[in-house]
T-cell receptor
């Protein structure tokens, strides 16, 4: 099945720094998604990307859908302590009908030192 | 909107016992997903339903695992008999027509 390679596995940064993480795949996806998971909670969607080359922002977050449809990155600018958590990329192949499966990366654990 | 509701939030049981996890999707959502999260394997899709019908159960690890969705507002994931390697956080998520998946808070299962 499809696999997503997410990097880095973990990051330790100072408050105010910018952060970048990415995902690559050997398979093509039609949709790329970025989720954040806080301790003891389920993942929450941050950004969804639907077109190759698409660049989308959500506040301090910016994500891009790679031209080849096999990769995506997420940037966080001016990090703050509440950015702490695990960030997951997820790819979806919309093959029509009722196929809405997501494949998740292993996650990037972000720690922000105040 | 109450969001996806899962129960129990925590479950501790002994090896060999039956475990039943419950999920109530968001009202109006017609797709429901069961995931398992572990440190080693990350988030894995176990099974998903569309309009209460199981579409893909290829992620279900063994016959010990079974899932049902008797109606649009309720689903169960059952493990019988449970084993220590089943210890994980189990998430339920729901969506409407392939839009954003909303995750529940998860059930942390510990099998001793």
């Amino acid at each position: 099945g499809q696999q997503l390679n997410q990097s880095p596995q973990s990051m330790f940064i100072q408050e105010g720094e910018d952060v970048s993480m990415n995902c690559t795949s050997s398979s093509i996806f039609n949709t790329w998604l970025w989720y954040k998971q806080d301790p003891g909670e389920g993942p929450v969607l941050l950004i969804a990307l639907y077109k190759a080359g698409e660049l989308t922002s959500n506040g301090r977050l910016t994500a891009q859908f790679g031209i080849t449809r096999k990769d995506s990155f997420l940037n966080i600018s001016a990090s703050i302590p509440s950015d702490v958590g695990i960030y997951f990329c997820a790819g979806q192949i919309n093959s029509g009908g009722s196929n809405y499966k997501l494949t998740f990366g292993k996650g990037t654990l972000l720690t922000v030192n105040p | 909107d109450a969001g996806v509701i899962q129960s129990p939030r925590h479950e501790v049981t002994e090896m060999g016992q039956e475990v039943t996890l419950r999920c109530k999707p968001i009202s109006g959502h017609n797709s429901l997903f069961w995931y398992r999260q572990t440190m080693m394997r990350g988030l894995e899709l176990l099974i998903y339903f569309n309009n209460n019908v199981p579409i893909d159960d290829s992620g279900m690890p063994e016959d010990r695992f079974s899932a049902k969705m008797p109606n649009a507002s309720f689903s169960t994931l059952k493990i019988q008999p449970s084993e220590p390697r089943d210890s994980a956080v189990y998430f339920c998520a729901s969506t409407r027509l392939g839009q954003e998946q909303f995750f529940g808070p998860g059930t942390r299962l510990t099998v001793l």
